[in-house]
T-cell receptor
Framework: DAGVIQSPRHEVTEMGQEVTLRCKPI?????LFWYRQTMMRGLELLIY????????DSGMPEDRFSAKMPNASFSTLKIQPSEPRDSAVYFC?????????FGPGTRLTVL | TQLLEQSPQFLSIQEGENLTVYCNSS?????LQWYRQEPGEGPVLLVT?????EVKKLKRLTFQFGDARKDSSLHITAAQPGDTGLYLC??????????FGTGTRLTVIP
């Protein structure tokens, strides 16, 4: 298995633009998580899904953030409109049981 | 709150030295995980500790879970440059989601 796949690995955009981050979880995993990591706040859980259904989105900072999981092999995290304070590394992780495996992350820079 | 405090926040040591990093909480947790994150990558699970007082060893790394299950430590013997990275402790909350500590950024100088 190639592990959790995220794309793009790097994204640079201008304030106000829409940004879409993508994640392919490990086949057979029933949980999918989106995290954001910054120096100031560390790793924060944004939202997670169980069997493609959003369970807890209380970590999503604002209405500008939305996430979907249309099927078991794909999820997106969208920011519209993006702002400079959204600059961070966004990680997707999937798990079955207690073992969560993380993707390599998407480094987002909003100018 | 579920705050997980890690100390020290930053640690820079010479190759061959020993070190200990800590993870503390005011709450009791049923289990705790330790992760290492290298630059440009996601966190990778090192170990899970479950029982109060439990000690687990992974080569030169020794993990201990406090008797009261409120704290944990990671001890590295004879640190090597390859140990450089961000060490994170995490607890599971609810159904499988992880709450991470603040992290200790370790640099081992050759």
């Amino acid at each position: 298995d190639a592990g959790v796949i995220q794309s793009p690995r790097h994204e640079v955009t201008e304030m106000g633009q829409e940004v879409t981050l993508r994640c392919k979880p490990i086949s057979g995993h029933d949980y999918l998580f989106w995290y954001r990591q910054t120096m100031m706040r560390g790793l924060e859980l944004l939202i997670y899904f169980n069997n493609n259904v959003p369970i807890d989105d209380s970590g999503m900072p604002e209405d500008r953030f939305s996430a979907k999981m249309p099927n078991a092999s794909f999820s997106t995290l969208k920011i519209q409109p993006s702002e400079p304070r959204d600059s961070a590394v966004y990680f997707c992780a999937s798990s079955k049981g207690a073992l969560a495996l993380f993707g390599p992350g998407t480094r987002l820079t909003v100018l | 709150t579920q705050l997980l405090e890690q100390s020290p926040q930053f640690l820079s040591i010479q190759e061959g030295e020993n070190l200990t990093v800590y993870c503390n909480s005011s709450s009791v947790f049923s289990s705790l995980q330790w992760y290492r994150q290298e630059p440009g990558e996601g966190p990778v699970l090192l170990v899970t500790v479950v029982t109060g007082g439990e000690v687990k060893k992974l080569k030169r790394l020794t993990f201990q879970f406090g008797d009261a299950r409120k704290d944990s430590s990671l001890h590295i013997t004879a640190a090597q440059p390859g140990d450089t990275g961000l060490y994170l402790c995490a607890r599971q909350t609810g159904a499988n989601n992880l709450f991470f500590g603040t992290g200790t950024r370790l640099t081992v100088i050759p």
